[in-house]
Each structure stands twice: as C-alpha cells, then as structure tokens.
C-alpha cells in the first residue's frame, strides 16, 4: 500500500524554523521526485519545492527562496522540508506529493499525495 505521511508541523512564531518529514511506504523513493504543497484557507494549492529523483534538480516557489530547503534521504525513504525565517503567510497545510523521476508542472501531475501536516506562524 502506497502511503505517504507528513510530519512536524505545528505552532512556530515568525522567525522561527520547523522541519516538515515525508516518510513514504509501499515504493521505493529512488525512482521518484518528490515535491511540496501548500494550501492556506481560502486559496488555490500551490507548489512550494520539489526534487527529482536523482536530486540533480531542485525547484522553489519564489517567496521561500533562500528560506527553505528540500532534501531526501533515500535510504530512509523520507524526504524533508527545511523552512526558516517563517512568516505569518507561511500558514498553510502543507502536503508530501511524489511521481516518478521528474517534477510536475502543476498540482495535476503529482500521482501521490500525504494527508498533509498544518503549519501555523503567529506571535
């Protein structure tokens, strides 16, 4: 059974750091690229990163360039979401998304998506 399961969300204060994890079951992560999503209330799902399978490409939504950082440990089949310097519009769900090899364009490509984990930044 394929699954995908995030983690490490929570209540973080501007400025503050978290670090979401996307533990992925049922397929082995070496063959697929591995991506990010967010969704705040009241607004479309948005790409935030992604990683191809053989890391060589990295992609970053504009406005967490230079805060966050992508990364994956095939070894452990878990692929991460370093984000930093967090600000209040970083508020969102945020959802674990894979598809073989390469990165998707738009939400539709992504074959596999997590439940999603909350992430909240407020003082």
């Known amino acids: 059974q394929v699954q995908l399961v995030e983690s490490g969300g929570g209540l973080e204060q501007p400025g503050g750091s978290l670090r979401l994890s996307c533990v992925v079951s049922?397929?082995?992560?070496?063959?697929?690229?591995i991506g990010w999503f967010r969704q705040a209330p009241g607004k479309e799902r948005e790409g935030v990163s992604c990683?191809?399978?053989?890391?060589?490409?990295?992609y970053y939504l504009d406005s967490v360039k230079g805060r966050f950082t992508i990364s994956r440990d095939n070894a452990k089949n878990t692929a991460y979401l370093q984000m930093g310097s967090l600000k209040p519009e970083d508020t969102a769900v945020y959802y674990c998304?894979?598809?073989?090899?390469?990165?998707?364009?738009?939400?539709?490509?992504?074959?596999?998506w997590g439940q999603g984990t909350q992430v909240t930044v407020s003082s």
């Open positions: 990683i191809r399978s053989s890391g060589s490409s990295i």
């Open positions: 998304v894979a598809r073989r090899i390469f990165c998707g364009s738009s939400r539709t490509a992504w074959d596999m």
């Open positions: 049922g397929f082995s992560l070496d063959d697929y690229a």
